[in-house]
């Protein structure tokens, strides 16, 4: 099984700042990652698919980067409404796996 | 736009076995190339995925939960169902049932959740 492992467990972070979410596979995975986004009590929505390829409908501030075993999430000028918990999920190999998630908390 | 819906007892006892339904509109399940999925979220923790269901017989399980889930879809092709057995409070989690296509899960239901407890 392949193991996801995120980094920070928890960021806060201030309006317009900057933030960058990493995940790190326990094996090669190519490009078979996507990130998602879940708020409070709602099912999560994908921002990224193949590790950074765009999603229709997602703000282009959202973007990811990486390849192999270490992938990135970077959101550009942070909006109080991207408080959530971020998610990767790998479907290279099943089963599939999720990472344990980031939150992130806006100042 | 396809839509899912999960549907079932919110409580069961220990031992005994949960069973959900996800009704699909706005798609139709049969001669979709859509994966159809069960993915589930203990409080607090991450997403857990439990397996999925492809083009009506092609079944694919977390081996962690292959002993004792079925996933399968109704005759009339407009939802499909989600049976676990022998539960254990482990088991209590909200649990969503979604899509999967070409390397993510697209749609997914609202959730549901699920207490396992006497």
């Known amino acids: 099984e392949v193991v996801l492992t995120q980094s920070p467990d928890f960021q806060s972070v201030a309006p317009k700042e900057k933030v960058t979410i990493t995940c790190r596979a326990s094996?090669?995975?190519?490009?078979?990652l996507a990130w998602y986004q879940q708020k409070p009590n709602q099912s999560p929505k994908v921002l990224i698919k193949?590790?950074?390829q765009s999603i229709s409908g997602v703000p282009s501030r959202f973007s990811g980067s990486g390849s192999g075993t270490d992938f990135t999430l970077t959101i550009d000028s942070l909006e109080a409404e991207d408080a959530a918990t971020y998610f990767c999920?790998?479907?290279?190999?099943?089963?599939?796996?999720f990472g344990q998630g980031t939150k992130l908390e806006i100042k | 736009q396809l839509q899912l819906q999960e549907s079932g007892p919110g409580l069961v006892k220990p031992s005994e076995t949960l069973s959900l339904t996800c009704s699909v509109s706005?798609?139709?399940?049969?001669?979709?190339?859509?994966?159809w999925a069960w993915v589930r979220q203990a409080p607090g923790r991450g997403l857990e995925w439990i397996g999925y269901?492809?083009?009506?017989?092609?079944?694919f399980y977390n081996p962690s939960l292959r002993s004792r889930v079925t996933i399968s879809q109704d005759a009339s092709k407009t939802y499909f169902s989600l049976k676990l057995t022998s539960v254990t409070a482990a088991d209590t989690a909200v649990y969503f049932c979604?899509?999967?296509?070409?390397?993510?899960?697209?749609?997914w239901g609202q959730g549901t959740l699920v207490t396992v407890s006497s």
């Open positions: 979604a899509t999967y296509d070409s390397g993510y899960f697209d749609h």
């Open positions: 706005g798609g139709s399940i049969s001669g979709s190339d859509y994966y």
């Open positions: 269901l492809y083009r009506g017989d092609n079944t």
């Open positions: 094996q090669s995975i190519g490009t078979s």
């Open positions: 193949f590790a950074s």
């Open positions: 999920h790998q479907s290279r190999t099943l089963p599939q796996t």
